[in-house]
């Protein structure tokens, strides 16, 4: 089993920063694929950044040169630092990632989310 756990999530204010974690734990061999994405009301949902095994990393339009995915795989643990915050960046995140279980299989795994608000 595997689980994603997101965190980092809040209110803040438009400028400022925010680190969202996301944890994968359990059968995790290795992270091939992990992807931020966020879901907004009234808004459709958007990939906002995607790292994979060998750290090519894509960006959404939207957040590129404000935002940085990385990872840390001994921790299994995969980072979306946000800067200078905007109030259409509001939404829930959500950490999405393939996920090597045993050294042969993969599973595609999704966390709860975890909401940011930038509000003044």
């Known amino acids: 089993q595997v689980q994603l756990v997101e965190s980092g999530g809040d209110l803040v204010q438009p400028g400022g920063s925010l680190t969202l974690s996301c944890v994968a734990s359990?059968?995790?061999?290795?992270?091939?694929?992990a992807n931020w994405y966020r879901q907004a009301p009234g808004n459709e949902r958007e990939l906002v950044a995607t790292?994979?095994?060998?750290?090519?990393?894509q960006y959404a339009e939207s957040v590129k040169g404000r935002f940085t995915i990385s990872r840390d795989s001994h921790k299994s643990t995969v980072y979306l630092h946000m800067n200078n915050l905007k109030p259409e960046d509001t939404a829930v995140y959500l950490c999405?990632?393939?996920?090597?279980?045993?050294?042969?299989?993969?599973?595609?795994?999704w966390g709860q989310g975890t909401r940011v608000t930038v509000s003044a």
């Open positions: 999405n990632c393939q996920i090597l279980t045993t050294q042969f299989e993969t599973s595609d795994s």
């Open positions: 359990g059968s995790v061999f290795a992270i091939k694929t």
């Open positions: 790292i994979d095994v060998r750290s090519n990393i």
